[in-house]
């Protein structure tokens, strides 16, 4: 063993790295240690199934085409240790290395021929002759990060060769160098070549180049299927609201610009469930990589690079530093409406602190009332949530002591934020929209005990002060009681999302909303009380919903006992009322917890 | 400017000047052990994924 070999070293990751990382920021010297540390991962991770390809049959086709790409990409290594760096930096390595460890602790074998595809579009960026058998899926070689090559056939394998200027793929198919490359959508077709779509978009000196992948089955691994086979018009669409979504970018939060243009190199357009969700993703086993759905304007699409960013940011510094402890308890997150571990709860503070930071800046950015209208109830919405979360999360007792000390220094950041003020009505939609959104999830995950609610229906029938003794014990299980649509608080959001939107939809009066819930949006709490109220005393059923909007309701009111007890209480509440039958006045039951 | 002292160690060897060809000689040294610890991790963990619905 050499000395280098015998002297092996971790990554060092500076102090001053570390808190900057914590307070949410990290310019691009700091996103270039993060990616160092993760192209160090990929040559963990290559080794291990270079191992296992070690220890499989030589006659095996995929484990000769992974020798042949390992031998390969050494050589790329020697030759241009740029190309070799490259290679092991894409997500799609990531993506597929994570897929092989998974694969080999789970018995199975890894797709070991990927790396001949890997290895053969290194070499042909740094012009390394090579000779190799590759894998054919739907008629195309795919070579990573850079795109497909069409063989004409159908065959399982084909032999690929470059000379350096030229890639010939069996006997008829040849491809100049030149041409090799992606797609940035202004040259002509090529013959047997597409290109990966990119896009390079430039604002105020910065300019950032970011590929669109759709065709990489291992960077097709998100809650959501990538969108596969993106039209000519919409690949045009994404490149302008990428360009669009850069300048506002460069010019509000340059900040987050530079990082982004450093340490993001593949957005993965999603197809969501429904065109009115938006859903964005990060997964850390594609460092580099942001997945989303199309985002329905610039400032959107802005937000969501910075919200995703800032999970990618994070990913890296989990790999070098664990920050939280494996633990089975689940907690509240202001933003999901599943319960949440500790480690999915800070990658959601984590997230929202960069979301706090954009919405700061575009309040003063926006011109539009309504625009102006999102940017302070996101300001504020999110400043809260962020600020709740923290406490939460400190309080799981997962964290690792340095999760502790990442975690007061990102609180001291949300607390930078907390003498900011926000205009009264804005205020006021955050705080309802959060009740709405916490209230909705207890009532989903918050079980209590059943024998101590029963205890409490007996003092409730027999007229004795509550038992405060005697409170139900509170657990955490999913999906304990069922709720029904989410019509309401979808568009209690878009009250503040798309304003013109929601006064559209509350005037034509077609949607599926109990007669209480129009009246909440009516914005008259008092009779909007009265209705949840009679709708409740009035159901043989349990109507949780109902309950949700009656503490909607009080909470517009002066501030009174009962819109505490629907506050702090909610789930005991309605598992109290839902014992004690129908006919039962909530608000008297409210009263009764003082 | 990153200072350079106060450095932290981290769970992630330095492999980035290595020859790929000499990865082997590392057998049964960190590396292994840097790879067996982060099995272990996605084990635990899984490769969780960070999933957001900006309208719920």
């Given at each position: 063993m050499n000395k280098r070999v015998a002297d092996l070293k971790s990554h060092r990751l500076p102090e001053t790295a570390f808190t900057t990382l914590a307070a949410g920021r990290g310019d691009p010297a700091v996103i270039r240690l993060l990616q160092g540390a993760q192209h160090s991962k990929h040559i963990m991770l290559l080794h291990a199934i270079a191992e296992a390809a070690g220890d499989g049959d030589p006659a095996d086709r995929g484990v000769a085409a992974f020798q042949a790409g390992y031998e390969l990409l050494t050589r790329i290594q020697a030759a241009d240790p740029g190309a070799a760096t490259w290679l092991l930096g894409l997500p799609h390595l990531g993506g597929w290395a994570h897929d092989g460890l998974i694969r080999l602790d789970q018995g199975s074998e890894p797709d070991f021929a990927y790396l001949a595809c890997a290895a053969a579009a290194a070499a042909v960026r740094a012009g390394v002759p090579f000779e190799l058998d590759a894998p054919v899926r739907d008629g195309h070689v795919l070579l990573p990060g850079l795109g497909r090559l069409a063989?004409?056939?159908?065959?399982?394998w084909v032999r690929l060769r470059y000379d350096g200027q030229q890639l010939a793929a069996g006997d008829g198919v040849v491809v100049s160098r030149l041409v090799l490359g992606p797609d940035y959508g202004s040259g002509q077709p090529v013959p047997h070549w597409r290109g990966t779509p990119a896009i390079r978009v430039l604002a105020g000196g910065l300019a950032w180049d970011v590929l669109l992948v759709t065709d990489d089955s291992y960077l097709d691994r998100y809650t959501l299927p990538m969108s596969a086979g993106l039209s000519g018009h919409e690949l045009r669409r994404w490149r302008q609201l990428v360009q669009a979504a850069w300048e506002v970018l460069v010019r509000h939060h340059r900040w987050a610009a530079e990082p982004i243009a450093t340490g993001v190199s593949v957005i993965v357009p999603l197809t969501p469930q429904s065109e009115t969700d938006l859903i964005s993703a990060t997964s850390?086993?594609?460092?580099g990589a942001i997945a989303t759905s199309w985002p329905p304007d610039p400032v959107t699409m802005a937000e969501t690079l910075v919200h995703e960013f800032q999970h990618v940011k994070l990913c890296g510094l989990l790999d070098m530093v664990p920050l939280t402890e494996p633990g089975a308890e689940k907690v509240y997150a202001p933003w999901r409406q599943d319960p949440r571990p500790a480690g999915g709860l800070l990658q959601g503070i984590y997230a929202h602190l960069g979301i706090v930071r954009f919405w700061q800046s575009q309040r003063q950015a926006e011109t539009d009332p309504d625009h102006i209208l999102r940017a302070h109830v996101q300001f504020a919405r999110w400043r809260a949530a962020v600020e709740c979360a923290v406490d939460t999360l400190l309080q799981t007792?997962?964290?690792?002591p340095d999760g502790v000390r990442f975690t007061s220094l990102l609180r001291d950041q949300d607390i930078a934020h907390a003498d900011e003020p926000v205009p009264a009505p804005a205020q006021a939609i955050a705080r309802e929209v959060a009740l709405d959104h916490q209230l909705t999830w207890q009532i989903r995950h918050a079980a209590a005990d059943p024998v101590a609610v029963a205890k409490l229906a007996e003092a409730y029938r027999r007229g004795e002060p509550f038992p405060r003794q005697d409170y139900p014990e509170i657990w955490v299980q999913e999906d304990v009681r069922k709720l029904g649509s989410s019509v309401r608080s979808r568009l209690l959001n878009m009250s503040y999302l798309e304003p013109a939107r929601y006064r559209e939809l509350c005037a034509d009066g077609?949607?599926?909303?109990s007669g209480a819930d129009r009246l909440l949006l009516g914005r008259d709490a008092e009779t909007t009380v009265r209705g949840y109220r009679d709708l409740i005393t009035g159901s043989a059923d349990p109507q949780p919903d109902a309950w949700v909007g009656l503490a909607l309701a009080l909470h517009r009111l002066p501030t009174s006992a009962p819109q505490h007890a629907f506050a702090a209480h909610l789930p005991v509440l309605f598992d109290l009322h839902s014992r004690l039958g129908a006919g039962h006045d909530p608000l008297d039951l409210a009263g009764w917890f003082g | 400017m990153i200072a350079q002292q106060q450095d932290m160690k981290t769970?992630?060897?330095?492999?980035?000047?290595?020859p790929l060809d000499r990865l082997a000689e590392l057998g049964g040294t960190p590396l292994a052990q840097s790879i067996a610890l982060y099995r272990e991790r996605l084990k635990e963990n899984g490769v969780p994924l960070s999933s957001f619905n900006a309208r719920i």
């Open positions: 063989v004409g056939d159908q065959a399982a850390p086993a594609a460092f007792g997962c964290l690792t077609v949607l599926p909303l | 769970a992630i060897p330095d492999l980035r000047d290595l």
